[in-house]
């Protein structure tokens, strides 16, 4: 008798925190999703594998049509979404001392790989971020061009191959762009000569294997860092950044072994451990290491091997992406098409024939093109954690410290209220 009055004891409490746990928003006042589903929140459809989270956060952004933020669960954390492009401008810019973590999972004691410019937080990441900065100037990005230049030649003896002289045949568009940005990463950031388009099963190129978990992880690492950090103490392990990292070291110890200096991102972030900082200037790629400089000792081989894991991750999927959705906008428009054609031949002629970095620079409507790509197709969403208390202006609503925050670009970049539709599907 006794368990079963403790058993409806325990039951009736878990029954109550899970009630005030769902309840946050409403208790507080504060404008609310509806569709909340225990225990998943609002993420029920990407932690299923419906949806990806940025179509999930999407359609969370469509339900509120009104409200300039809304109430949202993380599972079941309570987070807050976006909706208004000024308050989404003042979180990112203006009030960013308030807002200036993304608050996503990062071990670097258990776990060093995670210590990425993307997720350190605070003064680590600022630290981090200023002397990253001096390897994306357009000096470096100019030095840089060159060394993934015969991707590109690759890339069209490929198309020469699959496509007949006439008539047509279908392609994998998005395929063949991220087989591209695979051996562009490969190269330009970890000094390797992949040519996927020959070997398309590499093992460089099967690390961007998706599992089944994938979308459960991605979850965790951006909602529920806790949730990571305790599979991190019971052995949870990213095992595609330590094969990365060893990838890495091999080719550092052959570069140091054997003085070779390539014009990569590698290059540069052995500068950076060996030196201390990465030289500002453009043609300066040497390692060699400078002794009378005790700072170079903070960033060590898993601090270069944490950034090119990121690197390998947010070069990708975002620039194959969005070369491949330029062009599927532009085969459905015949009059930009050829307009895109007219301005690549004009400068290709000025520069020679030769695909150069200043070349690239003097398509201007091809930039405005990809730009609109980025705008009908962003990177979904862009997240923040409540750094300190913060009054949301003009209102009397508070956001606490530690709240994540979500701003669905996909919500704003497809509102007809800020953009104008450009074509049929929006
Ligand atoms: C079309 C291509 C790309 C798009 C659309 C894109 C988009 C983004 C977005 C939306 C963010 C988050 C910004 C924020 O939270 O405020 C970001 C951050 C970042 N991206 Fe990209 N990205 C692209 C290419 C790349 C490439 C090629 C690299 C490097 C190889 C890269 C490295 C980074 C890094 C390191 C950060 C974090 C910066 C920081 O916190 O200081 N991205 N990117």
Redesign the pocket.
């Given at each position: 008798m006794i368990e079963l009055i403790v058993f409806i004891q325990l039951a009736a409490f878990i029954y109550w925190l899970i009630r005030q746990q769902y309840s946050y928003w409403i208790r507080r006042n504060f404008p609310c999703d509806t569709e909340i589903h225990i225990p998943y929140g609002t993420l029920k459809a990407a932690v299923r594998g419906e949806k990806s989270m940025g179509v999930v956060l999407y359609d969370a952004y469509l339900r509120s049509p009104n409200l300039p933020f809304v109430g949202i669960y993380f599972l079941y954390h309570p987070g807050i979404m976006i909706r208004d492009p000024e308050l989404a401008r003042r979180i990112?810019k203006q009030d960013f001392n308030s807002f200036h973590d993304?608050g996503i999972y990062v071990n670097e004691k258990r776990d060093p790989l995670s210590g990425n410019?993307?997720s350190l937080r605070g003064q680590k990441?600022r630290s981090l971020?200023q002397k990253l900065t001096p390897s994306f100037s357009s000096g470096k990005l100019k030095a840089m061009f060159c060394t993934s230049d015969d991707i590109g030649n690759k890339m069209i003896d490929y198309m020469n191959k699959v496509l007949p002289e006439k008539d047509y045949a279908e392609i994998d568009l998005k395929n063949i762009c991220v087989t591209y940005a695979i051996d562009i990463t490969g190269s330009v950031?970890f000094g390797l000569d992949i040519n996927s388009f020959e070997n398309p099963e590499n093992k460089f190129r099967s690390l961007m294997h998706i599992s089944r978990h994938s979308n459960l992880i991605g979850v965790l690492i951006f909602f529920c860092p806790f949730f990571l950090n305790i599979m991190t103490r019971f052995g949870f392990k990213n095992k595609k950044a330590i094969r990365l990292r060893e990838i890495m070291k091999n080719t550092i110890e052959y570069r140091e072994k054997n003085n070779v200096i390539r014009k990569d991102m590698l290059q540069l972030m052995m500068q950076l451990k060996n030196t201390g900082k990465i030289n500002v200037n453009d043609d300066n790629f040497s390692a060699k290491p400078n002794t009378a400089n005790g700072e170079h000792k903070e960033f060590t081989l898993d601090g270069i091997a944490a950034q090119g894991y990121?690197?390998y991750i947010?070069?990708q999927e975002?620039?194959s992406s969005?070369a491949a959705f330029t062009i599927f906008e532009l085969a459905q428009n015949a009059e930009l098409l050829a307009r895109g054609q007219k301005e690549i031949d004009e400068v290709l002629q000025r520069h020679g024939g030769e695909l150069t970095f200043d070349a690239l620079s003097e398509m201007t409507f091809l930039e405005s093109c990809l730009q609109e790509s980025?705008r009908k197709y962003?990177?979904p969403f862009?997240n923040r954690e409540c750094t300190q208390t913060y009054i949301i202006p003009g209102t009397n609503h508070i956001i606490e410290k530690d709240t994540p925050i979500v701003i669905s670009l996909l919500g704003l970049n497809r509102n007809p209220q800020y953009f104008t539709p450009s074509s049929p599907n929006k």
């Open positions: 990112l993304r410019v993307f990441w971020r950031i990121l690197f947010a070069g975002t620039t969005t980025n962003p990177v862009l």
